[in-house]
């Protein structure tokens, strides 16, 4: 694992987080190179966490590494769909730190477009990333948790994971899939002081809608523009996110108006996946 720490920039002054209980603690980012991924890493280092971000993209790395003001900051270049090399900078981040306390499984990546035109390749790129991805992160991070008798592991899914939306079947089958795997393990692992978590936003303003693979003429991104909400900015996801964290949330779900969607969507499931999916 090459470790990249972060250099201190004078540029784009943030504004100042007051330590908190994620103070000290050991804290790996997947999918930090942008989006909800960076603005945690950027948000826990304020908060004076040793932040671990790992990403595939090297090039959005060092641009997080040149935005961080903490020291305590380094990155990891990884491709969450190979097990071992998970396994290697989780391991690492022990070897160096002593512990392992925070674990967020957040990289993912969109597929778009109508079920008959998706092939077994669409289909393998993204369980590869948004479902094998999280059970890697998730599987090595559980095993050091169990030997050091603590941890927080932090899944990012989608109100996909909990809502259908059409032409994104397979992106909402691997988000449902991260549901289950987390509010499952949750039960699982509360007897071995193991905390899990599944992150459920709404719509956030980052790029994964412009770098989606769109199938057969699919617009991603147009169909995103077309639904009628605001967008949430990533640093005001990631306060969410460890706000949900800190109160030990089993569903971090958030804006208010996506959990009054979920809530109307849990007792009228037919009426709501009508009106969810008109823009789609």
Same mark, same amino acid.
């Given at each position: ?24 603690r ?31 993209? &090297? ?13 305590? $900051? ?9 097990? &071992?090399?998970?396994?290697?900078? $989780?391991d ?13 499984? @957040? ?9 008959e035109?998706?092939?077994v390749?669409a ?6 990333? /948004?479902?094998? #991805? ?20 932090? @899944?990012?899914?989608?109100?996909? #994971?909990?809502?259908?939306? &059409? ?23 509360? &007897? ?9 936003? #709404?719509?956030?303003d980052? @790029? ?5 693979? /769109? ?42 108006? @996506? ?22």
């Amino acid at each position: 694992m090459t470790i990249h720490p972060a250099t201190h920039s004078a540029l784009s002054p943030r504004r100042a987080r007051p330590r908190s209980s994620f103070a000290g603690r050991v804290a790996v980012v997947t999918g930090a190179a942008s989006g909800i991924g960076r603005a945690l890493c950027l948000a826990l280092c304020e908060s004076g966490a040793i932040v671990i971000g790992a990403d595939r993209d &090297a090039e959005g790395l060092v641009a997080l590494r040149a935005e961080a003001e903490s020291g305590t $900051l380094t990155t990891a270049t990884l491709d969450v769909t190979d097990r &071992a090399a998970v396994g290697d900078v $989780l391991d690492g981040v022990v070897a160096v730190h002593g512990r392992l306390d925070l674990v967020f499984n @957040n990289a993912g990546i969109v597929v778009g477009g109508d079920y008959e035109d998706m092939d077994v390749h669409a289909w393998e790129k993204i369980v590869d990333v /948004n479902l094998w #991805g999280v059970i890697h992160g998730t599987d090595r991070a559980y095993r050091i948790m169990l030997e050091q008798g603590h941890g927080h592991i932090v @899944n990012t899914a989608s109100t996909a #994971g909990v809502l259908p939306v &059409a032409r994104s079947t397979a992106y909402a089958t691997t988000k449902h899939a991260v549901v289950g795997l987390s509010v499952s393990l949750r039960e699982e692992a509360r &007897a071995n002081g193991i905390r899990v978590s599944v992150v459920i936003p #709404g719509l956030v303003d980052t @790029n994964i809608f412009d770098t989606a693979t /769109n199938i057969g003429g699919h617009d991603y991104r147009a169909a995103i523009d077309r639904v009628p909400l605001g967008r949430l900015s990533p640093a005001r996801a990631a306060d969410h996110i460890l706000r949900g964290v800190r109160r030990n949330r089993s569903h971090i779900v958030f804006p208010a108006s @996506n959990r009054a969607i979920v809530a109307a969507y849990r007792l009228a499931p037919r009426i709501m996946g009508r009106i969810v999916n008109q823009q789609t």
